[in-house]
């Protein structure tokens, strides 16, 4: 997809939020939490089947086709086929008054799934993009077993590389080493995602869904000016590396655009994710970047920075990609 004018971007679609996480890791937990939550009631919510989501213990109110509206007022429907026509058909339902006006979508995954092909719908699909905004993917971790399934299991530790939200679930069944273990495990695989617990899925909705991933603030370190990298993370297990970019700069968006759409095109496959927010010249609001793999989000300028810090800041989460290189091709591509 051609990276456009930020300008051009629609501000006020639908946000949409990808859970995801291992098998067993309490995704199923944490939604029906969530969905007893009153903040959550303009929610809707895409599962694969109902039962899965343990309905039966949220008091549905009300059978639609295809889904089911609960005394919470959340609206819940199971995903058939396709992820874009799923979501095409609820916004149009919406739409039409046969659902709720939600304001917004939970995406529940298998724990085998890979997250890629679902962020590509939430930002590629032009029909999708045009109603909904991707905020946060959301990824379960299970603290009885996670240092051997992130190891074990590339899809673990893929789900855990591309979260904005990281959940530590079953963290009141393991010693505060264990934890402190399991931690410096996720930040090798993922150096910016807060890192939160919930014990039987309890959490606040507002930890989770408080402001768009694109809103909060990305790590910024004192460090010295022009291009530089902030530490960057290994995974030696699976070649998974994670680096903050920071720039001091106001920086050329044909730039940094041209050369996104490079890195993309030629290392989709091994380029994870990319999420930053960048000080474009000539212009007093950020501008939002986000890529997962070969796909490109068409880029959205900010109503405002998210706080006081004015340095773009990029976070690179890639497999086999030697990390000091990348940062070599950014610092070219936007000095010319």
Same mark, same amino acid.
């Given at each position: 997809m051609r990276t456009t004018d930020p300008h051009t971007i629609p501000n006020e679609p639908i946000g949409g939020s990808l859970i995801t996480g291992f098998l067993g890791s309490g995704k199923t937990t944490l939604l029906n939490s969530l969905l007893r939550h009153s903040g959550m009631s303009d929610t809707a919510v895409i599962v694969n089947e109902f039962g899965e989501v343990g309905l039966d213990h949220l008091l549905i109110e009300?059978?639609?086709? %295809?889904?089911?509206? @609960?005394?919470? $007022? +959340?609206? +819940? +429907?199971?995903?058939?086929?396709?992820l874009v026509d799923t979501l095409m058909s609820l916004f149009d339902r919406r739409r039409r008054g046969e659902v709720p006006a939600f304001r917004r979508v939970l995406i529940e995954t298998t724990g085998l799934a890979d997250p890629a092909p679902i962020l590509h719908a939430l930002m590629a699909d032009p029909g999708v993009t045009r109603h909904y905004r991707m905020d946060h993917v959301i990824t379960t971790v299970d603290?009885? %077993?996670?240092? $051997?399934?992130?190891?074990?299991?590339?899809?673990? /530790?893929?789900? !855990? /590389?591309?979260?904005?939200?990281?959940? @530590?679930?079953?963290?009141? @069944?393991?010693?505060?080493?264990?934890?402190?273990? #399991?931690t410096v495990?996720?930040?090798?695989?993922?150096?910016?995602a807060p890192i939160l617990s919930a014990v039987n899925g309890a959490i606040e909705? *507002?930890?989770?869904?408080?402001?768009?991933?694109?809103?909060?603030?990305?790590?910024?370190?004192?460090?010295?000016?022009? !291009?530089? !990298?902030?530490?960057? &993370?290994?995974?030696?297990? &699976?070649?998974?590396?994670?680096?903050?970019?920071?720039?001091?700069?106001?920086?050329?968006?044909?730039?940094?655009?041209?050369?996104?759409?490079?890195?993309?095109? @030629?290392?989709?496959?091994?380029?994870?994710?990319?999420?930053? #927010?960048v000080h474009v010249q000539g212009? =007093?609001?950020?501008?939002?970047?986000? =890529?997962?793999?070969?796909?490109?989000?068409?880029?959205r300028e900010?109503?405002?920075?998210?706080?006081? *810090?004015?340095?773009?800041?990029?976070?690179? #989460?890639t497999r086999n990609i030697d990390a000091e290189a990348l940062e070599k091709s950014f610092r070219a591509a936007v000095t010319g």
């Open positions: 009300t059978a639609l086709d %295809n889904a089911v509206l @609960l005394k919470s $007022g +959340c609206l +819940c +429907c199971t995903l058939r086929g396709d603290a009885v %077993n996670a240092l $051997g399934q992130l190891s074990e299991h590339f899809e673990s /530790a893929k789900q !855990a /590389a591309v979260a904005d939200r990281l959940v @530590l679930t079953k963290s009141d @069944l393991v010693s505060p080493r264990d934890i402190s273990a #399991i495990r996720l930040r090798t695989l993922n150096a910016s909705p *507002d930890a989770l869904f408080g402001a768009p991933a694109e809103g909060r603030a990305f790590p910024a370190p004192e460090i010295e000016p022009h !291009a530089h !990298a902030h530490e960057a &993370h290994d995974d030696h297990h &699976h070649g998974i590396e994670s680096r903050v970019l920071v720039y001091d700069e106001p920086l050329p968006w044909p730039r940094v655009a041209q050369w996104l759409e490079a890195v993309a095109s @030629l290392r989709g496959p091994d380029l994870l994710r990319v999420k930053g #927010i212009r =007093a609001r950020p501008v939002v970047v986000h =890529a997962v793999q070969h796909v490109l989000h068409p880029p900010l109503q405002d920075w998210p706080d006081t *810090d004015r340095r773009s800041r990029i976070v690179f #989460i």
